[in-house]
């Protein structure tokens, strides 16, 4: 039988094309275990807004003197997700289909007083997984046995998995070891982002690197039409 993996850091309410390499895969693995990177999608996202592009960040403890995780990550202020949402009401309250949501995603942020931005991150992801209809199993590096070597422990993780076929962002075409996968037997695919349709989007002009909220708030249940995966 085929089975198709792909493996990535988690990521604060991703947006549309982190949702298709979900449901391309049979196995998306949660890459936690590896450093936590300052100014990237861990801990943040874009949404739009009447002036422009708004960043929503996290705010995180960290360290600049030892090897921090992404899974050992915890907040630093407790009052982030007030402050998300009051931010994404004043942006999307107009948005057609914001109070299909409304309820749903008031509970995503008023509803858990979760430290762990890795726990964080994997509520949302399940959640919006769950609107989309996407049913792609999700689980955890931490759950696998993990050894040394950058494209090394993609294979070994692959490998434990049972996967046939890796489906790898295509940042890794810069440093992946392709020929660790040939000799693993195992089909090394790269995710191709391009090609998005537009769709009503408040605020012009339009922008596709922006949270998936922007388009569920925006087209509600008709969001898969404007994904790559649901269209196959």
């Known amino acids: 039988m085929s089975k198709k993996v792909a493996i990535l850091q988690s990521g604060y309410i991703p947006w549309k094309g982190v949702f298709d390499m979900i449901n391309m895969v049979d196995e998306f693995i949660l890459y936690d275990d590896m450093q936590y990177t300052k100014r990237d999608w861990r801990n943040r996202n874009r949404i739009k807004t009447p002036d422009g592009l708004k960043w929503l960040t996290i705010p995180v403890q960290v360290s600049g003197k030892f090897y921090q995780k992404i899974k050992d990550t915890v907040i630093s202020d407790p009052g982030w997700n007030r402050s998300h949402w009051s931010s994404i009401v004043q942006s999307y309250k107009q948005a057609e289909h914001f109070k299909d949501y409304k309820e749903l995603f008031e509970e995503l942020y008023l509803g858990s007083d979760e430290k762990f931005l890795s726990k964080i991150n994997y509520r949302f992801i399940m959640a919006i997984c769950k609107i989309l209809g996407i049913k792609t199993k999700i689980s955890w590096s931490m ?19 049972g996967a046939t076929e890796y489906l790898s962002g295509p940042a890794a075409k810069d440093y992946i070891e392709e020929e660790l996968f040939q000799k693993a037997g195992i089909k090394l695919t790269f995710m191709d982002y391009s090609g998005y349709p537009e769709y009503s989007q408040l605020y012009p002009p339009f922008e596709h690197k922006v949270s998936i909220i922007d388009l569920i708030f925006n087209v509600g249940s008709n969001a898969p039409k404007y994904m790559k995966s649901f269209l196959r």
């Open 143 to 161: 759950d696998y046995e993990l050894i040394e070597g950058k494209t090394e422990r993609l294979v070994h993780l692959c490998k434990q998995a």
